[in-house]
């Protein structure tokens, strides 16, 4: 079957979704895209017209369509596979999933699900759901009987110290000397190409993609993602990078999740608990105020190409929007709009022909082009969040 994967509440999810359909958030080892694509070999997304023509839809005559939120499971993907042509499939009142030629499922008759599946209902459950999600995804590395370049390293080097008797997966390529590799509470997924340098602590449930480094002396404690191509170091706890992202130094991160292509400069920290232990609230865009999260750890959500200087202090629930620039010393403000350039003394605008200019150089550091598609997202996020900038 052809899946697509639709957002149809995308504005929740920013600044994350400000670049990116939900479906390619990272939770766990694997995007949720990913996840789908092990159980359909064909999954597309349906998601804003300005990033239709990066992400694109493959729409056929019959299709599957699935709320871009959740997380797959085999109860859900059953019921799924049972949908007759013209038939929708509703949970609490939402349709989570239909089957149609076409985006349209007013019209559909009503199937109720009884199915227990977890759904991303907002910025933070990525991180609250991400020890869970890499247990889950670790289990479908295994049970995929296609999967040729997962191998089981039941010798390591010598000179690394194991705990606990749960599973540890590394790929080929990977290099790990002298480090602490905990598997009590759950496994480890190392991938390929990626360096755990001497003297790193790492507990899982933990899982590092592709071409990622973890700095000498890192301490990682459980929930914890690295994305591909991250670079990581210092003190971090339940944290997800989606990926191309650094924090090479010394300092804290906790219960956060930072998007691509951002960069934390030498101890940076951010505060994940309040003073007072009171429920933490961030920003929502939707609702353009900020939202009570219900939760009492709650840390740093940061948008893609945004970056901080060195000794950045983030306080609890801080939400940073794209392209921002953020220094100087002090607590910056808890809502950091897109294209800012300041810190806790105050902000102007990141005139975006200099933030073109700096995402060139980045780019070219890995011998990467910035495309005319990405040129055009960029620009429109900056048009379409002027309005937060005014208010400095």
Request: aromatic share 12%; hydrophobic share 35%.
């Amino acid at each position: 079957m052809n899946l697509i994967l639709f957002d149809k509440d995308h504005s929740n999810y920013l600044p994350l979704s400000f670049t990116r359909p939900i479906s390619s958030f990272r939770v766990g080892i694997f995007t949720i895209k990913e996840k789908w694509n092990f159980y359909y070999p064909y999954v597309s997304v349906k998601t804003q017209d300005y990033l239709s023509n990066k992400f694109k839809t493959n729409i056929k005559y019959d299709n599957l369509w699935v709320d871009s939120t959740i997380l797959p499971c085999k109860e859900l993907i059953t019921e799924i596979n049972n949908l007759r042509v013209g038939e929708s499939l509703v949970s609490k009142g939402e349709a989570i999933a239909f089957r149609s030629n076409k985006f349209e499922h007013a019209k559909l008759n009503i199937i109720e699900s009884r199915a227990s599946f977890t759904s991303i209902k907002s910025l933070s459950d990525i991180f609250v759901f991400n020890e869970n999600e890499i247990i889950n995804d670790f289990n479908r590395l295994k049970q995929n009987k296609n999967l040729k370049c997962l191998s089981r390293i039941n010798d390591i080097n010598n000179s690394n110290t194991l705990i606990g008797n749960g599973e540890i997966w590394i790929e080929n390529g990977a290099k790990l000397n002298n480090c602490s590799l905990n598997t009590e509470h759950g496994p480890i997924y190392i991938g390929k190409d990626t360096e755990i340098m001497e003297g790193t602590l790492v507990r899982g449930p933990f899982a590092m993609l592709d071409n990622s480094v973890l700095k000498m002396g890192a301490r990682i404690y459980s929930g914890t993602t690295l994305g591909p191509f991250c670079k990581v170091g210092g003190e971090v706890n339940n944290t997800v990078f989606f990926g191309y992202s650094s924090k090479a130094h010394d300092g804290f991160l906790g219960n956060s999740v930072i998007g691509e292509w951002c960069n934390l400069g030498a101890d940076t920290n951010n505060s994940n608990l309040k003073n007072n232990y009171a429920d933490v609230k961030l920003w929502n865009y939707k609702f353009e105020k900020f939202k009570n999260t219900g939760l009492q750890f709650c840390g740093l959500i940061m948008g893609d190409h945004s970056k901080c200087g060195i000794n950045t202090m983030f306080n609890t629930g801080t939400v940073v929007g794209v392209g921002a620039n953020i220094f100087g010393s002090g607590f910056p403000r808890n809502f950091i709009p897109s294209f800012s350039w300041g810190g806790s003394s105050g902000f102007s605008e990141h005139k975006f022909s200099k933030f073109i200019d700096t995402l060139d150089l980045v780019f070219r550091r890995r011998n990467l082009n910035v495309d005319d598609n990405l040129k055009e997202i960029l620009r429109f996020i900056y048009e379409n969040t002027k309005k937060f900038r005014n208010q400095y």
